[in-house]
């Protein structure tokens, strides 16, 4: 399936900000089930264009100059295999990497007693079935929760977006030593085109990585685009910034994702 | 000593000549300076029979000195526990602790091959991590220990150190072996401690410096410095200490270290990164800096890759860091190696990586998260010691044998809700040095801490020395600064001239070398006449010609000692003017209304002179002399040494209550910054000068004078820089005379202060 992706992401400052470095990670991971066959993030200005220690792309922006809005637009068309199951392990990051909790994932003693009935012999199935009774405990509900939300916190609230359904799914698996890692990325929804962007996660079972994407139920990566992997939001977060000066903001952003083909 | 480090363990009191309160059944300490027979090992015959021949009254009264001059330099250090960080001073033993230069070559070889082993470990495990598929370190402990650093993954460092600086920290045991208790590759303190303590034991017991080969330790800094510059292939690279502040209990040592490297003390905020390089702000612009010796723990170092709350670090420089434009010391990630848990694997490190069997031992060490393990430390938790395996600075630890069983009933549950994040060791009785306490000398326990630097070449080196450490109390084994541990110098003496004699080698002294000392010593101690404190630019033969790397922010401290200076002696003119009786009504409500007293103006006369001295001597002078202690503090990398002592007079002065006193000791201090580098003392008097004219403007005085003199060191700014617009703002406010050309001036200045040319 091949997909033309756009995705705006604008912030417009009240005040003059003297200065700003963003950390950004906005394009598609190469990968055996998913060919990048055009991209380009537009900046303000040349960003420095690196791998991360994940492997991730990533640019860094830094202005020195003063500006009061920041304004980026990643596109391009990417194809992918929608009938892949699973993904093999990358040899340039250890899989064990991912049993390790963060602070955005620690499981409280809630979420294990919730957990505890799925996990105690996992299987791709038992844990299919706590995907399904996560996103009933916790509602896809906007606006609820924010970036700084941890996994017990979401988890306390019953509500959130994929980010949170994201974050305590790691916590639970994660305290069983099972390694699962956090995937930013772009979702191909025939229903309607206007998303934002997404996030699910991917356990390691049986010497594989496979895909729960706990806010849409699916554990098939066939509408998704990898863009970034990490231990949890703020490793594969798209943007990161710090500015000085500014003043609050407003952030408009918008991912487009239609089929070509 | 904030860093990480450790408890001493082991309960029984020390065992002396001097002391008879020991159980016949427990092992003895290993004595550092006596053999078991009372006479002194060859390399402590020297000081021994100064100690034979010195009261303790006169031991004491060495000590009382030596705290006079720490307290004097401001070397202190900040407790975190106490509630409002109390500014607390290092016991310090005049008594030193000797290693014969022989002993202290095996110590040398060992600390170099496992620092060369954990830095080889350390590559591993962010590349290839050979040792864990090998199984001899298990991958899950590398990744638990919550230290191991994603974002070091895949980097090919310049040079491939991680850990350049580092400190072990040893302990001898009852058969006199050294042992490591647990390596420090995070950002190990102390070395400040270390130079000052000799600087102190040099001053008072220089007899014993003049007939004892003892090996130097001073020129540390300098060899610092060439182990940073060799953590790149860059040219004659630019340095730069990243300090997370004054309020970090180490301060003192960062300062001192940059002022004794000539490097810049800088903060997160003088950094700014672009396209993936790092500068400073200086007062001329930017300067590019390719290391950055940072003493902020990972966490902080840049807040767009770990913590986002953090304000300590510097936003993009793990950008500028995996380009490989930056060069961060330690290398983030380093924690993983010294971490407790794998600190049992290091014997395996050295044999895996090197080859070679490891010359310094570990303590036996049991692992809580191995269940036969955890039930043994159990069953014996009376007689171990147990750490966490993240702990540090002697917290959270259970010392058995001298803990009640409540305290270790709660510790048992502490540890059965996470087996996996302690270790346990048997508790081990340290050496001890014979110490001047009250009432005579007594064995305290004491441990060692060198410190090793790893250049980049692979090579090592280790100053013959570090820290020695003392448990001040009798029988306790806890000498961590925070646990009220203190410091002796250490004394690595020359023994090869020692070894076959039986008798002591004062008398053979040769007078040439005597000479040498001495005019060593001459020059020395008077560094501070020739040293620039800030790095120069490259080319200049003189100091004083050269300019010298201010960072802006600097700049405005320097500022702003200036202006509270010439505020507290118009303070003090006001009081004098007060108590003389000679002030009018009509000139009190002048200085009222302009410049702002907590006075009621419909008081009379007397009522109002009452309240306006009140205000001064309750408020606003102590704000002064704190607003003064501040920027002094903060503006430390620029100012010599000498200037900050007389500094830290004022401080005390004032919280004895003596303003007056605190008052003329500025005068002292002004002198003093007369004299700094120009650029130093240029700004400082700007801000005098600012001051002064602030007050005339508001006052309605003439200001014709004073913004001529104000000019005068406007003029002497950097040249073809944004700072030229305060020399037209300045002639256009001495030719308007309008309040609206000051407050332009104002606002320029404080903007550029800001922003930077």
């Known amino acids: 399936m091949k997909l033309q992706i756009s995705h705006q992401t604008n912030y417009y400052y009240d005040e003059l900000a003297h200065r700003s470095v963003q950390y950004i990670r906005m394009t598609p991971m ?232 | 000593m904030n860093q990480k480090s450790s408890q001493r363990q082991s309960q029984h009191t020390g065992q002396s000549q001097q002391q008879t309160t020991t159980s016949p059944k427990k092992p003895q300490s290993f004595d550092e300076l006596q053999n078991g027979k009372g006479s002194y090992r060859p390399a402590a015959r020297s000081v021994g029979d100064w100690l034979d021949h010195t009261s303790i009254n006169a031991l004491n009264h060495l000590n009382e000195q030596a705290a006079d001059i720490f307290y004097r330099k401001g070397v202190t250090f900040t407790v975190y526990s106490d509630a409002k960080n109390i500014e607390r001073m290092i016991p310090f033993d005049i008594i030193p602790r000797i290693i014969a230069a022989s002993e202290w070559r095996q110590i040398e070889a060992g600390c170099r091959q496992r620092i060369t082993a954990l830095n080889a470990f350390l590559h591993d495990i962010y590349h290839d991590q050979a040792i864990m598929k090998a199984g001899i370190v298990p991958a899950s402990y590398v990744y638990a220990s919550g230290c191991y650093e994603p974002w070091m993954m ?33 950002t190990p303190s102390g070395v400040s401690y270390m130079l000052e303590s000799r600087n102190i034991s040099e001053i008072l017991l220089s007899d014993q410096f003049s007939h004892t080969s003892i090996l130097g330790v001073s020129d540390y800094p300098k060899r610092l410095k060439s182990c940073l510059a060799s953590s790149t292939s860059k040219y004659d690279p630019q340095i730069a200490i990243l300090t997370p502040g004054r309020f970090n209990s180490a301060y003192y040592e960062h300062a ?26 200086g007062i001329r612009g930017k300067v590019q800096v390719d290391i950055i010796y940072r003493r902020i723990d990972d966490p902080y170092i840049d807040p767009l890759a770990f913590r986002s709350d953090s304000i300590l670090g510097v936003s993009g420089l793990m950008s500028a860091y995996r380009a490989g434009n930056v060069v961060i010391v330690n290398a983030p990630g380093t924690g993983v190696a010294d971490d407790k848990s794998l600190y049992p694997f290091v014997p395996d490190m050295i044999e895996f990586y090197l080859g070679e069997k490891p010359l ?40 058995g044998p001298t803990s009640t069983k409540q305290e270790i009933s709660d510790y048992r549950k502490r540890l059965l809700a996470n087996p996996a994040g302690f270790i ?16 005579g000398i007594a064995p305290r326990h004491i441990d060692l801490r060198p410190f090793i630097l790893s250049h980049g070449d692979g090579s090592v080196d280790i100053v013959p020395g570090g820290l020695t450490r003392v448990a001040m109390v009798e029988g306790s084994l806890v000498v961590n600064s925070s646990q009220g541990g203190g410091i002796k110098d250490t004394w690595v003496i ?140 903060e503006a430390k990398g620029v100012i010599g040494k000498d200037t900050a002592e007389l500094y830290n007079l004022i401080k005390r002065l004032s919280s004895a209550g003596t303003y007056r006193a605190a008052t003329l000791q500025l005068h002292a201090c002004n002198a003093a910054m007369a004299q700094e580098h120009p650029i130093v003392t240029c700004f400082w008097q700007l801000g005098r000068h600012f001051e002064q004219l602030e007050r005339a403007v508001f006052l309605n005085e003439d200001t014709v004078a004073i913004s001529l003199e104000f000019k005068h060191w406007i003029n002497k700014l950097p040249e073809n820089t944004r700072w030229r617009e305060l020399i037209r703002l300045t002639n256009q406010m001495i030719k308007s005379q309008q309040l609206s050309d000051f407050q332009l001036l104002s606002k320029e200045c404080s903007t550029i202060l800001q922003q930077g040319v």
């Open chain 2, 256 to 281: 001192f270290l940059a002022h004794e490297m000539n490097v810049p003390l800088v903060h997160g905020y003088d950094l700014i990164v672009e396209d993936s390089k790092v500068y400073m702000q």
């Open chain 2, 424 to 439: 346990a060791q048997p508790t081990i009785s340290l050496s001890t040095n014979p110490t001047a306490v009250s009432d």
């Open chain 2, 494 to 633: 020359d023994d090869s001239d020692l070894a076959a004699s039986t008798k002591p080698s004062v008398a053979k002294k040769q007078d040439n070398q005597i000479d040498k000392q001495s005019s060593e010593a001459i020059t020395a101690n008077h560094s501070h006449y020739h040293d620039p404190v800030q790095p120069l630019e490259a080319g200049y033969e003189n100091p004083d010609n050269a300019p010298m790397i201010l960072l802006l922010s600097t700049a405005n401290y320097l500022v702003w000692l200036g202006r509270y200076s010439e505020r507290l002696y118009y303070y003090d003119n006001i009081i004098k003017q007060l108590v003389k009786g000679n002030i009018k009504k009509a000139q009190l409500h002048h200085l009222i209304n302009h410049l702002g007293f907590n006075v009621d103006p419909n008081q009379p006369l007397k009522t109002m002179k009452a309240q306006m001295l009140r205000d001064l001597e309750q408020e606003k002078i102590p704000n002064i002399v704190q607003s003064i202690e501040t920027n002094v503090q």
């Open chain 1, 30 to 261: 190469q990968l055996p089930h998913q060919i990048i066959h055009q991209w380009d993030v537009m900046l303000p200005k040349v960003a420095t264009s690196q791998k991360d220690g994940f492997g991730n792309d990533w640019l860094t922006l830094s202005r020195n100059e003063a500006h009061n809005n920041l304004q980026m637009q990643a596109s391009g068309i990417v194809e992918i295999n929608t009938n892949t199951e699973r993904l093999e392990d990358m040899d340039n990051v250890p899989y064990l990497l991912f049993t390790v909790q963060s602070p955005l994932t620690a499981c409280s003693e809630a979420m294990r007693t919730f957990a505890d009935p799925y996990l105690t012999t996992p299987t791709h199935d038992s844990i299919k079935a706590l995907a399904a009774e996560l996103l009933a405990k916790i509602p896809y509900v906007k606006n609820t929760t924010h970036v700084g939300t941890t996994a017990a916190e979401a988890f306390e609230l019953g509500a959130g977006v994929c980010q949170d359904h994201t974050h305590v799914f790691l916590g639970c698996l994660r305290d069983r030593q099972i390694p699962a890692r956090y995937v930013s990325g772009y979702l191909y929804d025939d229903t309607a085109n206007h998303m934002a962007s997404h996030a699910w996660a991917e356990a390691w079972l049986d010497g594989y990585w496979y895909t729960f994407d706990i806010s849409n139920q699916m554990f098939q990566p066939s509408s998704h685009v990898y863009v970034a992997i990490g231990r949890d939001y703020l490793d594969a977060a798209p943007v990161r910034g710090v500015r000085m000066g500014g003043g609050y903001e407003n952030l408009y952003s918008q991912v487009l994702v239609s089929r070509l083909s």
């Open chain 2, 154 to 186: 895949g980097i090919e460092l310049d040079k491939p150190i991680y850990s350049h600086i580092s400190g072990i920290d040893l302990i001898r045991d009852e058969s006199g072996r050294f042992c490591v208790l647990e390596d420090n590759l995070r």
């Open chain 2, 360 to 399: 310094l031992p570990n303590i036996e060490t049991y692992q809580c998260r191995k269940p036969d393990e955890l039930q043994y430390v159990l069953d014996n938790l009376d007689k171990l010691v147990v750490k966490e395996t993240q702990g540090s600075g002697g917290y959270g630890m259970l010392i």
